[in-house]
Each structure stands twice: as C-alpha cells, then as structure tokens.
C-alpha cells in the first residue's frame, strides 16, 4: 500500500509489483508496518524505486496464534506459527525491530531486508490421567496461561515454572517438544479425613479424601494424614501407595478422644464411634485424659487391589472379601433391596435371570477401642473432680453429667469427698450423691469435716448447699456440730 504523508491513499498492490508515482515523498505499508520513501525530481522515466521488506517466520505446530507488534507497540498482524518448512503464515514487514507474542511470551525480532528471520518455538506438555489443568509462570512468577493435561501449550525458548498441585521449573529449547510424566499418590483408607501433601519448602499444595488419587510431579514430598508425617518419592507414570487404617472409640458419641504425639499434645481428634484414619503404627489415645496404647495395623500397598467386577450365578462364586454387593441384569444394575432378600437376609440366587455384581477386595483394617462411662448424678450444684489410679488429676465437670473413660480404676471428688469408680468396656458406673442444706443467717459460715473430723470444704455461705457422696459427715455452723448422714438422691437439713 502506498500513501501520502497525509495517509491519503495512492494505490494498492501486493508485493514485487510495481506503482508508477510522481516524484515527492511517500509511505509504504507492509502489514502495517511503515517505511517511507522519496523519489526525487531527477528521474528517467521508467526507473524504479526498488524497496526490500524481510520476512519474520516463527516455526512451531502452527496450531498457535502469534501476535505481533512493533517497538511503539502498536499491532501489526495475527498470524499462527508455521509448521516447519511451510510458508504460509510468514509475515513480510520492511527492516526494523519487532515484538513477537506468543501465549504472553515474548520475542524481540530484527529484520533485514530480504532476509527471512526464523525463531523456532518449543512446547509444554504435562502428561497424566486427569482432565484438569496446568499452568504456566515465568521465572518472574508472571502467569502466562494454561493447557488441559496431554495437550501442548507453545512457547518462545525459555526457562518457566510449571505448576500442577507442584510446581517445577523446566527448560523449553528451541524446536523441543517437552513431555512432563506425573506420578500418582494415593493414601488407602475409609475416605473419613483428608491426608495432605506437602512440597520439600514446606508448602501445602494439594489435598483428597483417602483412598482418592493425586497426581504430582516426579519428587520427594511429605504426606500428613490427621497431622501425622510420612515421606514418599513419586516416580512418572507409577502409583505410589501409602496405608492407613482406621482407628475408632466405641461410646456415647458425646466425648471427643485425641491421639497424642510423642510430647502428649493432640494430633487428631473426634467424637466417640467416630473414625479416624490413620498410619500404621501405635498410638496413645486419651479420653477424658484417661489414656490406652492402640496399634493401627493396615493393609500391605502391593496387595491393595483395584476394584473388580464380577457376575455370579451362584453362593459358591462368593468367596472373596466384598465391599460391595449389586443385583444385574444385562447392563442394568441396582442396588440390593429388602425386596432382593428373604426375611434372613439370604439373597436368592437360583433365578438365573439375575446375576450378582461383587465389588471385592480388602476391607480397611479397623481397630476399636471400647469405653466405659461414669456418671455422677447431682443437681449441677457443685463440679467433681476424677483422678486415675495413681491419683493424677484428669478432668473435672459439674454433678448430673456422664463423661466416658477407657477401662480402669478412678478416683472421684466431690468438695473433696471421695469415691471409687472400677470402669470397665461398655459399662457406665453410676456414683450418685446428695445434698448438705443450711438455712440461711444473715452472714453465716458453716464448715464440712469427714467422719474422722478433717476439713473437707469451709465458710461455705449458710443458704448455700453442696453436694458430697454418700457417708458420714460433720457439720459445723454457729459453733455448734452435728452429725450428718448423707444419702443418695436426698437432702440433709440443718433442723
């Protein structure tokens, strides 16, 4: 295209043809680059003003579109980048320097006349069996864009951060196709909590449910599963299995139970029957701060199989462990039913119409622990307090509440009275008490002894009742004392 100065159009042609103009001052447009020209005064007549442009030829799947610019940054053109040894998007501009943009990258590309200027791209490719995204960073942290797993995001030659849950840096040189291998990561399990991975600076960068799979980048990372540590290596296209096992307290399910470290400080906690998964190994349970070992075993990562499917005609076929159980018909399946089932739950089998769908494989390994329970009846006056056996202080909460214990023998006080609490498995031990009342005297103190005389609570207020176990007690108030025999459920007056 050639103009003016003013930009008023003169003619238009395509290159190597020629445009007879007048002698002055012109500008020639090439894919909006600008060169200008003047044809002087003194010219034979028939000479030509010959002008060179140069070609910019960017290599790479031409699947990918480059978008170009000159140094004022001003857009010239969009083309795709050229599958090798093609031609067809290369783009004639006049010499000078040129801004290339491929998926925000960037390439400074200077143009000689009649020279063809080739940059060859590289690519990206991460490689799993997800759907989900990459993505791309440079090494200034710069976002750059995305690609779907298994499709190739194209670059300029360059270092970048490559993040998939990880991230990695990863060279792309000129004409290289680069294809990044994930590895998977499950940790097996009854999908009660979620294990996190954590990268070697530290940083949480990905979290599922057990027995759900991650994929990662090829490395070493931590994986805390209820804030309890394993290391594991990812290799490329291999699974990497960690096992846990389930650990559960059977009670009322009112109670939390903690797992402790090593220093006794809580890792992981629930209710009572709830679950918690867990790594191998031993663990101290505490329950109301009453404490038992508990070994969590689970199963070997090599014999975790993949669920099968299988359809049986008859009891026999149904010897493995199973997870699952599905009535089929052709490609129809439904879950089993009461209807399915006679009144002993037996599955009838001899209709060869229906066949059973068996999911099987083995089952997480459970371990349970059973607690006991200790009730101290009351009015929610006064609190008790419970100590173990070597009278290490435990808990304390008000009367007229049962807290649960693992088996064992306890001490409990009540305004410094005392009673004895065997607990065992599955059992609640029920302590009961009663009540001390004085009438109220304007500012009055009464005092409380056991029945050999020593101090168990005093200027307690007159109006004001307590609660102590079953026994013989002494009452102190208005210098006088008197005997008191307190009874499960009652109220004993001061008359």
Not at 32 to 59: H, N, T
Request: net charge negative; hydrophobic share 40%.
């Amino acid at each position: 295209m050639v103009t003016f100065p003013d930009n008023t159009l003169v003619a238009d042609a395509d290159t190597n043809v020629s445009i007879p103009v007048f002698q002055g001052e012109y500008n020639l447009i090439l894919n909006s680059s600008v060169q200008k020209i003047v044809i002087p005064q003194v010219q034979e007549s028939g000479q030509k003003e010959i002008v060179q442009a140069g070609y910019i030829d960017i290599q790479g799947t031409g699947q990918t579109d480059v978008t170009y610019f000159d140094t004022q940054g001003n857009q010239l053109a969009i083309k795709k980048t050229n599958v090798s040894g093609a031609e067809d998007n290369r783009l004639e501009v006049f010499p000078g320097t040129y801004i290339a943009v491929l998926n925000n990258t960037s390439a400074s590309i200077t143009v000689t006349a009649g020279k063809n200027e080739s940059v060859i791209t590289g690519s990206v490719q991460v490689s799993g069996q997800g759907s989900d995204n990459f993505f791309i960073y440079d090494l200034k942290g710069s976002y750059l864009g995305y690609s779907p797993l298994n499709s190739a995001f194209e670059l300029f030659p360059e270092t970048y951060k490559i993040l998939y849950n990880a991230s990695i840096e990863q060279v792309v040189e000129p004409g290289e196709a680069v294809n990044i291998s994930l590895g998977s990561l499950v940790v097996s399990g009854a999908g009660n909590d979620k294990y996190f991975v954590i990268d070697t600076l530290g940083n949480e960068i990905a979290s599922v449910n057990t027995d759900e799979t991650l994929e990662l980048f090829a490395g070493s990372y931590n994986v805390r599963l209820n804030n309890i540590l394993k290391t594991v290596v990812i290799e490329p296209e291999k699974t990497s299995k960690l096992t846990s096992g389930v650990l559960t307290v059977q009670g009322s399910g009112e109670d939390d139970f903690y797992i402790l470290d090593s220093l006794g400080v809580p890792v992981a906690g629930a209710k009572t029957n709830q679950e918690l998964d867990l790594f191998g190994g031993t663990y101290t349970v505490s329950l109301n701060n009453s404490k038992t070992q508990a070994l969590v075993i689970t199963v070997q990562a090599d014999a975790l199989p993949s669920a099968e499917k299988r359809s049986v005609q008859k009891a026999a076929d149904l010897s493995d462990p199973l997870t699952a159980l599905k009535i089929c018909s052709g490609e129809i399946i439904a879950e089993l039913n009461e209807a399915d089932m006679n009144q002993d739950g037996i599955i009838d089998l001899i209709d060869a119409v229906y066949g059973l769908q068996v999911i099987s494989g083995i089952s997480i390994p459970k371990t349970v622990l059973k607690a006991g329970a200790l009730t101290i009846t009351g009015q929610g006056i006064d609190f008790f307090e419970v100590y173990n056996s070597q009278d290490t202080f435990l808990v304390y909460k008000k009367t007229g509440r049962t807290l649960e214990f693992f088996a064992g023998d306890y001490i409990v006080k009540l305004n410094n009275s005392i009673n004895y609490a065997e607990i065992s498995q599955g059992q609640t031990v029920v302590l009961e008490t009663g009540i001390v009342s004085i009438p109220k005297t304007g500012t009055d103190m009464y005092n409380v002894r056991d029945s050999q005389g020593n101090i168990l609570k005093e200027n307690i207020a007159s109006g004001t009742n307590i609660e102590l176990f079953p026994g013989n007690y002494i009452i102190e108030f208005n210098g006088t004392s008197k005997n008191a025999v307190i009874e499960a459920g009652r109220i004993w007056n001061w008359e």
